[in-house]
């Protein structure tokens, strides 16, 4: 891995807002000024703290470290989804990383971000809806 590169004082970002099992998880991806690329996460819980908070912290420091030292994106999505927990698919760790994959789309296609998290949680309804039926 490339040494880590230095913060700058200030950087541009998106702060996603997504339900998961275990409540309200607000994602910021922030991009590094020079490619425009993610080089780190904060993940914050809407109301919960204690140990779901101090775990997502971690990961967020862990993935941040790696992107700053050359981790692609992609694979830190990969790496973080389909972490399930016994409150089902829909964890927190889950919304991390569909909000990062979410990021990387609006980047590589100029979409709506907006419009790809509402597609994105209808899409997710949808698929609790057809599970339950089944």
Do not use: Q, W
């Not at 829909?90 to 907006?114: K, M, P, Y």
């Not at 790809?116 to 209808?122: D, G, K, M, S, T």
Request: overall charge neutral.
């Amino acid at each position: 891995m490339s040494p880590k590169i230095p913060r700058p004082k200030a950087v541009t970002g998106f702060t996603i807002e997504r339900r998961s099992s275990c409540g309200k998880i607000y994602t910021t991806v922030t991009l590094s000024p020079g490619t425009a690329v993610p080089m780190e996460i904060f993940v914050r819980f809407g109301k919960a703290g204690g140990c779901g908070s101090a775990m997502a912290d971690g990961i967020a420091r862990l993935v941040s470290y790696g992107l700053r030292s050359g981790l692609e994106a992609t694979d830190a999505v990969k790496a973080l989804s389909g972490i399930g927990c016994h409150l089902g698919s829909n964890t927190c760790i889950n919304c991390v990383a569909e909000s990062i994959r979410l990021v990387l789309v609006h980047l590589d296609t100029g979409r709506d971000l907006n419009d790809l998290i509402e597609e994105a949680a209808l899409a997710e309804a949808n698929a609790v809806s057809a599970h339950e039926f089944n």
